[in-house]
């Protein structure tokens, strides 16, 4: 039996199942995620792939939520101008969020689509949680 | 022969009249792409296209802008004008600084995100459900859920929120006025008609210290006012019946500076030991369990760290995304009747979900 497909099921893989990289709060209220690798991934990725992602995001979210003398200066300059100042200038926070989105843009391009991944942005789920979306194996090994 | 009055159907009209239908019933469901604020689950209104955020009961906010503003325009039309002449030009000066600054923080402690958490989606929701056991049966109310962590080696229960549909992060706290998970919870302010988290407690704060200034400012220079009056060989009597603004403000300086300065006092203790309204009224780290070490596992056991770290840190952005659009094929959890996985055990949670904010509410405020 000849199977129908239409255009529509090969430009969107069904969604196999999600999986959730939940908070790690052992440091506190800062943003970490944990990193311990989810089962539902062993086929898909290596163990040590996934960990440097999540580790370089916990290290891009310590970037922008650490406390020094530019967090201060900002936060002072910030009280003094009765919060005025960031209608036009952006904070240093939103700077490396920007930062965070480009490279989970980049590990979607270059290690994750190719095997059916798909990371989502933890700001689009409120910082709760890294959201790894697994599509279904179908098509993979026919397209290559 | 009847007449059956037959009307030839035109074939012409049949093709075109499906295919107008068509693309009038497309455009009808081509709606305007929806703002994320539209579709909101809480209880807040929003203005200006989503840019501003208020919580839906505005409480006395409108009371306080009018206390403000009519008790500064008093000052400024019947004290200055004396002051001016016979002390200096800088009273007019500061207390116009003063005022500007305390508008300016009022509105934005009322205007910004506390620190909104969003709501977990239906998957996150089933997932967390998964991980969870669910031991009983579903004509029973289930036992509040709570997962225990270690945060700086100290143990601390992080509670399942009902509505929102996840655990809630540690200093999170569920404001039934506003139907809202909010991050770092301090109280939600009817004076300023918006709850006071995370995002906007250096706004509150700086609201009520610079408050505390200018009621004591508006305060000390009324007495000065009538003081110089009554030196200038007129009775007290005739100087007050010569400016009665000046009582009116005496008395509402009188009675605000009271609470202001208190209130000023208590979160000024609460910023340097970096403890939230709600942390203290519960007493989550006072040490009621005995022997059991229980101090405050998020303060740096530094003063000035502390103060730095809530009132200068850097400032998360808002998480609610108020502006940005819906997705078009996006299932919206509150319209939708059948969402993309199927949740049998959810029904009954639903209509059990009002008595469960009761119970959770009550528990959290006797915890």
């Known amino acids: 039996m000849a199977e129908t497909h239409s255009l529509q099921d090969f430009q969107r893989p069904a969604v196999s199942s999600k999986v959730f990289i939940q908070r790690d709060y052992s440091s506190g209220t800062i943003c970490k995620f944990q990193t311990k690798f989810p089962s539902e991934l062993e086929s898909r990725l290596d163990k040590q792939q996934f960990e440097e992602t999540i580790q370089t995001l916990n290290n891009l979210y310590a970037e922008a939520e650490k406390l020094g003398g530019s967090s201060y200066l900002e936060g002072c300059l910030a009280c003094l101008t009765a919060y005025t100042v960031f209608l036009c200038m952006e904070t240093h926070y939103e700077k490396v969020l920007k930062k965070i989105a480009r490279y989970i843009k980049d590990q979607n391009e270059k290690i994750y689509a190719p095997r059916g991944l798909l990371l989502t942005d933890p700001i689009e789920r409120g910082l709760r949680v890294v959201e790894i979306t697994i599509f279904e194996d179908r098509n993979i090994g026919s397209a290559r | 022969m009847k007449n059956c009055e037959y009307q030839q159907i035109d074939p012409r009209a049949l093709s075109v009249s499906p295919l107008s239908a068509q693309s009038h019933t497309t455009e009808k469901k081509e709606q305007r792409p929806r703002r994320k604020w539209e579709v909101f689950p809480g209880k807040n209104r929003f203005f200006c296209d989503g ?14 802008l009018g206390l403000i503003v009519v008790t500064c325009g008093l000052f400024f039309a019947f004290d200055c004008p004396f002051l001016v002449k016979h002390l200096t030009v800088f009273i007019p000066v500061i207390g116009g600084a003063l005022f500007v600054f305390v508008v300016i923080s009022l509105l934005r402690t009322s205007f910004t995100d506390p620190g909104i958490l969003p709501r977990a989606t239906p998957d996150e929701a089933a997932d967390i459900e998964r991980q969870i056991d669910t031991s009983g049966s579903s004509t029973y109310r289930p036992p509040p859920r709570t997962k225990e962590i270690l945060i700086n080696q100290q143990v601390v229960k992080l509670k399942y929120c009902f509505t929102c549909k996840m655990f809630r992060p540690p200093r999170t706290s569920h404001c039934s006025l506003c139907d809202n998970c909010v991050e770092r919870f ?16 250096r706004f509150f704060y700086s609201f009520i210290i610079s408050l505390s200034f200018l009621t004591s400012f508006i305060f000390g220079c009324v007495i000065a006012h009538i003081t110089l009056r009554s030196q200038a060989g007129k009775s007290l009597v005739q100087a007050i019946q010569e400016s009665p603004a000046s009582v009116v403000e005496l008395v509402i300086c009188f009675f605000s500076i009271w609470s202001i300065l208190g209130l000023s006092g208590f979160h000024t203790y609460l910023v340097a030991s970096n403890l939230t309204t709600n942390e203290d009224i519960k007493g989550s780290w006072s040490g009621k369990r005995g022997a059991e070490e229980s101090g405050n596992p998020y303060s740096y056991n530094n003063i000035i760290t502390n103060c730095c770290v809530t009132l200068c840190g850097p400032v998360p952005p808002s998480l609610i995304d108020r502006r940005g659009f819906v997705p078009p094929d996006e299932v919206i959890p509150a319209a939708s009747s059948a969402s993309e996985m199927e949740l049998p055990h959810f029904s009954a949670k639903n209509d059990v979900n009002m008595e469960e904010n009761c119970q959770d509410f009550s528990l959290s405020c006797t915890a």
């Open chain 2, 51 to 64: 840019r501003l955020i208020l919580a839906r009961q505005s409480g006395v906010l409108p009371l306080t």
């Open chain 2, 186 to 201: 301090d109280h939600h302010c009817p004076w300023v008609g918006n709850c006071v988290g995370k995002r906007n407690y």
